[in-house]
């Protein structure tokens, strides 16, 4: 199937029942040649996982979700093309990595755009959709982690607007000593 031209789709919120669409989207994502840079998992842990997961992942990133919003960007047809999710984190308490959170922000996490798509300005779009929804919610400032070989991705946060803290997160896993970098957008 051949990409539609550029521009032609929608942005939106996901609904909770279409959580196969989540599945499939999120199991492509992890097949992407840079996944091992981009997520905190594996193709082969996401795909083992239940129907039961697949359902609470998109009901949480619903539309109408409190704590989280997952935009996908979908072409007439019902094509998803990329997605975006934006997690809540209140002040007071602490993040997914242990460190404080000092002011309600957004982190971006789940990015991905299909590749025949790269380049179109899907990924600045699903970037403008999220940072409205954070906006209108009263989230003071937007951020991400991205490893540093990741330049690809490194350069769409720069196009949205991001820009390195200075601030370093270790990560969890096969490599001793690895981090990433964490990009921020402030209102």
Not at 82 to 91: F, P, S
Not at 133 to 149: C, K, Q, S, T
Not at 150 to 168: D, H, L, V
């Amino acid at each position: 199937m051949s990409a539609s031209v550029p521009g032609d789709y929608v942005i939106r919120s996901i609904r909770a029942d279409e959580w196969p669409a989540v599945k499939e989207l999120r199991l492509r994502a992890l097949r992407d040649p840079l996944a091992h840079l981009a997520y905190l998992e594996t193709y082969d842990d996401a795909a083992a996982r239940p129907d039961s997961y697949w359902r609470e992942r998109a009901a949480l990133g619903a539309d109408g979700a409190a704590g989280a919003r997952q935009f996908v960007a979908e072409v007439p047809g019902g094509m998803w093309l990329g997605t975006l999710t934006v997690l809540v984190e209140d002040a007071g308490t602490k993040d997914w990595a242990g460190f404080p959170v000092e002011r309600r922000q957004g982190h971006v996490v789940g990015v991905f755009v299909r590749p025949e798509w790269r380049g179109s300005g899907l990924t600045k779009a699903l970037f403008d959709a999220g940072l409205e929804w954070a906006w209108a919610n009263g989230l003071e400032r937007m951020r991400l982690i991205v490893h540093p070989d990741n330049e690809r991705a490194q350069g769409a946060y720069r196009k949205a607007g991001f820009a390195p803290s200075g601030r370093t997160v270790p990560l969890a896993g096969p490599g001793p000593g690895e981090v990433e970098l964490e990009f921020v957008l402030e209102r």
